[in-house]
């Protein structure tokens, strides 16, 4: 498996954010590529089962080769939309769906394979055995080259790869959403070789203004000069450290933050400095 450190979102490129127009969906495809970031996270439900298209039709014409970049999706999620009849939001991970997920998924990137397909979220129905059925088909007849799960618990990686190699696990992580060091999963992923990929990897340290992120903002401001590095690219350089090797999913659509987001790889924290970060988020020192 190979993806880039920094891996781009997608989830706000069409109707969930910016409306970008194909023109300008190619144009960031290229200041992604000119700046490493080969890796491009998807999922069916984005722009309400719209972007994947949107996305595929900008790439068909970007001239960018496959080989070039990567594609992620996710399947699963079952919403109450104009593009589908569901009578209320649910999971579903029968093969068939499973399968057919993957496959429209395909067609709307213009691809014909997905270098990971995700479980995009824990369905207290789903059976390992089936779901492995579907991954074994895809992985077959080459629609799929690597599996893996999202959002999923340490004890709901163990139910599903204990059918079927899980190669990845995409969660919520961040400095003011630190969980994922505490209940056990970047462990599991450390332990298990699978891949850590970490959606909203800054938090709510630009979102919310509360005690909580003064503290940050004034820890952070003491280590900018320090390392000739913005606030945001600290957060990034604080999750890259881990062992685990994490990949940051960057949501930002601006190519300014996208070039700064791409500095953080070469930040190295100081071991003292990276336990500050994290003090200054507890609001006390570590135990």
Known sequence: MKYSRLIAGAMTWGSWGKQYSKKDMISLMHHCLENTITTFDHADIYGDYTTESDFGNAFAESGIKR??????SKCGIQYMSETRKNTVKHYDYSKDYIVWSAETSLKQLKTDYLDLFLLHRPSPLMDPDEISEAITTLKQQGKIKNFGVSNFTPSQVELVSN???VSANQIEFSLTQPS???NGSLDQMLLKNIKP???SPLGSVFREDNEQTRRIHKQLGELRDVYNATEDQLLLAWILKHPAKIHPVIGTTSKNRITDAK????IDLKLEDWFKILV???GHKVP
């Open 163 to 165: 059918a079927v190699d």
């Open 280 to 282: 200054a988020s507890q």
């Open 180 to 182: 994922a060091m505490h």
């Open 263 to 266: 500095k953080a790889e070469s």
């Open 67 to 72: 080989e070039d970049l990567q594609l992620i």
């Open 197 to 199: 990929m970490a959606w």
